[in-house]
């Protein structure tokens, strides 16, 4: 399934390349690389070294095209590789969905576009985030990060410490939060009502338009009943103890008027990460931080890069 944005919203460029990595069970995952592509078999005999490496993991309901604005500033100079979670965007959906299987997944898009023991920055947002901590312990995954960056993200008790629904914390907000956000209803179209909506949940109060109109086409565009699969997926997620084995530079960046994933949850990853190198708390954002402020969050992408990994002479 292709996401189409309408005249005026950011879309991202064409990639450089695509290509299809195959998940541990056979998922073939959609995989976009933007910008310089030296990767091994595909230089020229006389390219230069390669430029230095980026993976985007979006979150849910989400898809490649969420990462539009950090894909068109960083291809300039660097390897931008972005993939579609599996049921999002256009890699198919598969019958289970599980942390274990993000996990698969950023394995197989590392293992597909890296050279062994080729360093990247990994940035991850919500699920992406979730992502990056279930896969933290897998040898793939510690063999290519450099550092990573966690933006509106959580480890545990995201429907519990969600405030989408503006009622004191408690069994009656966990259930109706459960509930809407789990819900199989179709989203429909994109009409006024829905950007509302969306904006009211997902971003902050000053969003520009065209950025509540990029996010809710994205968001729209997710298949409900992929969107309900990944929903039971969160509303049970706990990995907590996934942080901890997260043993390289990692970055957190949040929202502070995020509803879906409030501050609480990122302050609680920076506080459990062996190498937190920055929690930064944007006043007024909501959880689409990658949307809502993206040169600081492409900023702190470049900055991981740089401090990271190691360039080679000349690159």
Same mark, same amino acid.
Not at 241 to 252: G, I, M
Not at 256 to 273: F, K, N, Y
């Given at each position: 399934m292709?996401?189409t944005?309408?005249?005026?919203?950011?879309?991202?460029?064409v990639?450089?390349?695509?290509?299809?990595?195959?998940s541990a069970?056979?998922?073939?995952l959609?995989?976009?690389?933007?910008g310089?592509?030296?990767?091994?078999?595909?230089?020229?005999?006389?390219?230069p070294?390669?430029?230095?490496?980026?993976?985007?993991?979006?979150?849910?309901?989400?898809?490649?095209?969420?990462?539009? #604005?950090?894909?068109?500033? %960083? $291809?300039?100079?660097?390897?931008?590789?972005a993939?579609?979670?599996?049921?999002?965007?256009?890699?198919?959906?598969?019958p289970?969905?599980?942390?274990? %299987?993000?996990?698969?997944?950023?394995?197989a898009?590392?293992?597909?576009?890296?050279?062994p023991g080729?360093k990247?920055?990994?940035a991850?947002?919500?699920?992406?985030?979730?992502?990056?901590?279930a896969?933290?312990?897998?040898?793939?995954?510690?063999?290519h990060?450099?550092?990573?960056?966690?933006c $509106?993200?959580? $480890?545990?008790r995201?429907?519990?410490?969600?405030?989408?629904?503006?009622i004191?914390?408690?069994?009656?907000?966990?259930?109706?939060t459960?509930?809407?956000?789990? $819900?199989?209803?179709?989203?429909?179209?994109?009409?006024?009502?829905?950007? @509302?909506?969306?904006?009211?949940?997902?971003?902050?109060?000053?969003?520009a338009?065209?950025?509540?109109?990029?996010?809710? @086409?994205?968001?729209? #565009?997710?298949p409900? @009943?992929?969107?309900?699969?990944?929903?039971?997926v969160?509303?049970?997620?706990? %990995?907590?103890?996934?942080?901890?084995?997260?043993?390289?530079?990692?970055?957190?960046?949040v929202?502070?008027?995020?509803?879906?994933?409030?501050?609480?949850h990122?302050?609680?990853?920076?506080?459990?990460?062996?190498?937190?190198?920055?929690l930064?708390?944007?006043p007024?954002?909501?959880h689409?931080?990658?949307?809502?402020?993206?040169?600081?969050?492409?900023?702190?992408?470049?900055?991981?890069?740089?401090?990271?990994?190691?360039?080679?002479?000349?690159?």
């Amino acid at each position: 399934m292709t996401t189409t944005l309408a005249p005026g919203a950011y879309a991202p460029p064409v990639p450089t390349r695509v290509l299809t990595a195959r998940s541990a069970d056979g998922t073939a995952l959609h995989v976009e690389v933007h910008g310089p592509d030296n990767a091994p078999g595909n230089a020229p005999d006389n390219a230069p070294d390669s430029a230095p490496a980026v993976v985007l993991a979006h979150g849910w309901t989400c898809s490649t095209a969420f990462w539009a #604005a950090q894909i068109r500033a %960083l $291809s300039a100079d660097h390897r931008v590789i972005a993939y579609d979670q599996r049921g999002h965007g256009r890699t198919p959906a598969s019958p289970a969905c599980s942390a274990d %299987l993000l996990a698969d997944d950023l394995e197989a898009v590392l293992t597909a576009t890296l050279a062994p023991g080729e360093k990247a920055v990994i940035a991850g947002h919500s699920m992406g985030g979730m992502t990056i901590m279930a896969a933290s312990a897998r040898p793939a995954f510690r063999d290519h990060a450099a550092a990573v960056l966690l933006c $509106s993200t959580g $480890s545990s008790r995201l429907v519990a410490e969600s405030t989408v629904v503006p009622i004191r914390a408690g069994r009656l907000r966990t259930w109706l939060t459960g509930h809407i956000l789990g $819900s199989r209803a179709p989203l429909g179209p994109v009409t006024p009502v829905a950007r @509302r909506i969306l904006k009211y949940a997902t971003m902050g109060a000053g969003s520009a338009p065209h950025m509540v109109e990029a996010c809710a @086409r994205i968001v729209h #565009a997710c298949p409900r @009943r992929v969107r309900h699969a990944w929903s039971n997926v969160l509303h049970l997620l706990d %990995l907590d103890h996934a942080v901890r084995e997260l043993r390289v530079p990692a970055a957190v960046i949040v929202g502070s008027a995020d509803r879906m994933t409030p501050p609480v949850h990122s302050r609680r990853i920076a506080e459990a990460l062996p190498q937190c190198v920055g929690l930064t708390e944007l006043p007024g954002l909501g959880h689409m931080t990658p949307v809502e402020a993206p040169e600081l969050v492409t900023g702190t992408i470049r900055d991981l890069v740089t401090t990271h990994i190691a360039m080679k002479e000349g690159a």
